[in-house]
């Protein structure tokens, strides 16, 4: 903007477009809005927009020299994010998500040339930015065998008839007071109905509470999200609308209780609760959904590529979680739960003993060696980086590991 450039952010929610546009204001960046209902184009350089207000109006809409596209694990194929990426060939891209992957396994390798890893989860809640996350769930997970697929996530409609009965919501209202009684928390639930439901539930036990939907008049959506942050809301129950970018810190509770195939959508979700603020120690998630014995504590670490892959295969090995009996907070494997103090017993196993016998292995010449590994024999011949480059390239290596094959190399050179 300082060099005078044209500068184009754009998102998918109204919430969201007011949070950049607000950012912006913070550190005095002059700008203007587009959002549906606006009339004309925007003249001013810098235009916080509507993906699908924009995409409307791209006939008459001058090129920017930056598209700046929030939660950018959208913006593919024939979508109208791609719709309005294509029609700026010359404008140079960024994208920003913290969660670079795709139900259907569509790659942003077509869109983005580049990506450019930002700090991990846990580097970020080690300095600060984030707040650890303390995940609970029932002891009785819901039964999702019968439920129906469509388009690689549960139904919708065959979730909700499943997820929006009384005993379900009833536990995570009775878990809520339990282990974040009053704390400002947002239900994520799987339908309009179901957010409606959740909330007289709450309100009944005593409970500020409200939902939240696409339906409801602007403004008064938007005071229920302000009264959240104000404290007037202890609860706000929705459905896809808050799952993203919605950026209230406050929040210190999340329950969960739609359950789905995309990693993407769970890590959204819990997201919403890990922003920092005053005097909040811990986010606490009530996984009432079954999705962190599915997806993996957030915090879990994973490795992000542009090229993509099915999240919901079923060959993908199940998170190393383990559920405490005593609180019920999941964890990784360890001998005392990090929550309560709880000690698992450890049961005694004996090896199996199967019959067989052992063989020597010998080279031509008859000397003791090791078995081979083409693998490793094959990163032993390349000799330089260009050569570990392309194996990295060829296995899906992380950046990393060519430096530190090269730094190994030269530390066996450098004490011989």
């Known amino acids: 903007a300082a060099k005078n450039k044209r500068v184009v952010l754009m998102c998918h929610r109204d919430e969201l477009i007011a949070q950049i546009s607000g950012a912006l204001s913070e550190w005095r960046v002059p700008h203007a809005t587009l959002v549906g209902g606006s009339r004309g184009i925007p003249r001013h350089p810098v235009v916080v927009a509507s993906v699908f207000t924009l995409a409307r109006r791209l006939k008459h809409f001058p090129a920017p020299d930056l598209i700046v596209c929030d939660e950018c694990h959208h913006c593919v194929g024939k979508t109208v994010w791609g719709k309005v990426a294509a029609n700026f060939p010359r404008s140079k891209l960024l994208g920003v998500t913290a969660t670079p992957c795709r139900l259907d396994g569509t790659g942003l390798g077509d869109v983005f040339q580049y990506m450019v890893l930002g700090p991990t989860v846990t580097e970020l809640t080690e300095a600060g930015y984030l707040s650890p996350a303390e995940v609970y769930a029932p002891s009785e997970q819901v039964d999702l065998s019968g439920v129906k697929k469509r388009a690689g996530d549960y139904a919708i409609d065959a979730l909700a008839e499943i997820m929006d009965k009384p005993r379900i919501t009833?536990?995570?209202?009775?878990?809520?007071?339990?282990?974040?009684?009053?704390?400002?928390?947002?239900?994520?639930?799987?339908?309009?109905?179901?957010?409606?439901?959740?909330?007289?539930?709450?309100?009944?036990?005593?409970?500020?509470?409200?939902?939240?939907?696409?339906?409801?008049?602007?403004?008064?959506?938007?005071?229920?999200?302000?009264?959240?942050?104000?404290?007037?809301?202890?609860?706000?129950?929705?459905?896809?609308?808050?799952?993203?970018?919605?950026?209230?810190?406050?929040?210190?509770?999340?329950?969960?209780?739609?359950?789905?195939?995309?990693?993407?959508?769970?890590?959204?979700?819990?997201?919403?609760?890990?922003?920092?603020?005053?005097?909040?120690?811990?986010?606490?998630?009530?996984?009432?959904?079954?999705?962190?014995?599915?997806?993996?504590?957030?915090?879990?670490?994973?490795?992000?590529?542009?090229?993509?892959?099915?999240?919901?295969?079923?060959?993908?090995?199940?998170?190393?979680?383990?559920?405490?009996?005593?609180?019920?907070?999941?964890?990784?494997?360890?001998?005392?739960?990090?929550?309560?103090?709880?000690?698992?017993?450890?049961?005694?196993?004996?090896?199996?003993?199967?019959?067989?016998?052992?063989?020597?292995?010998?080279?031509?010449?008859?000397?003791?060696?090791?078995?081979?590994?083409?693998?490793r024999d094959q990163v032993r011949r390349a000799r330089s980086r260009e050569a570990l480059e392309r194996i990295a390239e060829e296995r899906g290596y992380k950046p990393g590991w060519v430096r530190f094959i090269m730094e190994a190399r030269q530390g066996k050179a450098g004490t011989g």
């Open 170 to 375: 009833g536990s995570s209202v009775e878990h809520y007071r339990r282990l974040a009684d009053g704390r400002a928390a947002v239900a994520f639930c799987c339908s309009v109905k179901h957010a409606h439901d959740v909330a007289e539930q709450f309100r009944a036990a005593g409970y500020r509470a409200a939902a939240i939907d696409g339906g409801m008049d602007t403004t008064d959506r938007r005071q229920a999200v302000a009264d959240l942050r104000s404290g007037a809301l202890q609860v706000i129950a929705a459905c896809d609308l808050i799952s993203e970018g919605f950026d209230v810190p406050r929040i210190e509770c999340g329950v969960m209780l739609r359950p789905t195939k995309s990693t993407g959508l769970w890590l959204q979700q819990i997201g919403r609760c890990l922003r920092p603020y005053p005097g909040k120690t811990a986010a606490v998630i009530l996984d009432h959904a079954g999705n962190s014995t599915v997806h993996g504590l957030p915090d879990q670490p994973r490795e992000w590529t542009l090229a993509g892959g099915d999240e919901g295969r079923k060959s993908k090995a199940a998170p190393a979680i383990r559920t405490c009996p005593a609180c019920l907070a999941i964890h990784r494997p360890v001998p005392i739960c990090p929550r309560c103090g709880h000690v698992y017993e450890v049961e005694a196993r004996l090896p199996e003993q199967v019959e067989g016998e052992l063989k020597r292995v010998v080279n031509g010449g008859g000397a003791t060696t090791k078995a081979k590994n083409p693998l």
